[in-house]
């Protein structure tokens, strides 16, 4: 009887925690991640077909082509316009699929025009230019694009080809009744051994420059072949939150001058961020909240609008 009672006591002071932990896992909208493919070509892209409530109560949809969004990509419409970019267009997992910019885009280009628009969103976290590029050029559902928007931080040029394995993003879905403990878990491992890993004062910026132009390079020409097919493009910049706080950053300021020289329509949103800023658009130093995002969603609207009318996206102004 004792040991039973013992092993009955010792049972629940284990499960007990671990319980509590996987109420409080889901609590937060942990335990089902969103969930990624993985190739040789753009490294990695969301498994197409999920749908998952996460942080706040965020609803985030992937549809059938792996680009997040509520209207089919593959649907019917008048012109399909597709973002790419980093965590930044994808919007985060805290963010519900109606309020990223690329959705708010084209609610508000359909309001303007009276026309019917889908908007995909190929936004990646972690992604570098080099990631989009390969998406852009492998990736056959982004061959529907009509317009074609990258949306830029002046970190992608320098990330090179980023890969799943140095992230904490899951190729596979956890099992089992703890799946809160278990992604909880897993990322406390992957800092951890970051920690074990990398000295903080290891990283050497003073190639980040030249790197970063020999990566748009490689970007404006993949840019230039989707104009050769017939699509127009717009680069957008978005700038960090410490861009208005701090020092003036080298990299953010020779990536901007090398994206206002590319030739290309360029909606540079630094000078419309410093004037928003203090009313706070970011949920850190380089996400938006869900003002940041609307209001992006906006001025892309205001910049796409006349192009679209046009005809010649591609033949933008530098928007500043």
Request: proline share 5%; with cysteine; aromatic share 8%.
């Amino acid at each position: 009887m004792k040991k039973a009672l013992f092993t009955l006591v010792l049972v629940l002071l284990v499960l007990s925690p671990l319980a509590a932990g996987e109420l409080a896992a889901r609590w937060i909208g942990l335990g089902e991640p969103i969930v990624y493919s993985t190739n040789a070509a753009y490294r990695y892209a969301p498994v197409p077909n999920q749908q998952v409530v996460r942080r706040r109560g965020a609803s985030v949809t992937v549809g059938p082509e792996g680009l997040r969004g509520l209207e089919p990509w593959s649907g019917p419409a008048d012109h399909r316009i597709l973002f790419v970019g980093d965590s930044v267009t994808w919007g985060g997992t805290n963010t519900d699929d109606d309020k990223t910019f690329a959705h708010l885009t084209c609610t508000q280009l359909e309001a303007r025009l009276s026309r019917n628009f889908v908007c995909g969103n190929a936004g990646v976290n972690g992604y570098g230019t080099d990631n989009m590029i390969a998406r852009l050029r492998y990736d056959p559902e982004l061959q529907r694009a009509d317009t074609v928007v990258v949306t830029l931080i002046s970190v992608d040029p320098i990330r090179g080809t980023s890969d799943l394995r140095a992230a904490h993003f899951f190729s596979r879905h956890p099992t089992g009744p703890l799946r809160g403990v278990w992604e909880v878990a897993a990322f406390g491992a992957f800092q951890l051994a970051g920690r074990l890993r990398w000295k903080g004062d290891a990283y050497d910026s003073t190639l980040d420059v030249p790197v970063a132009k020999e990566a748009l390079q490689r970007l404006y020409a993949e840019l230039r072949r989707l104009e050769q097919a017939g699509k127009s493009v717009l680069i957008v910049f978005s700038p960090h939150k410490d861009e208005f706080f701090g020092d003036a950053d080298e990299l953010d300021a020779q990536v901007r001058a090398d994206l206002a020289g590319s030739g290309f329509g360029l909606l540079d949103l630094t000078e419309p961020m410093r004037a928003e800023v203090e009313r706070g658009v970011y949920y850190d130093n380089v996400h938006l909240n869900e003002l940041g995002h609307a209001l992006y969603g906006a001025w892309i609207a205001d910049a796409l609008s006349p192009l679209l009318i046009a005809g010649k996206a591609s033949a933008a102004p530098a928007v500043q």
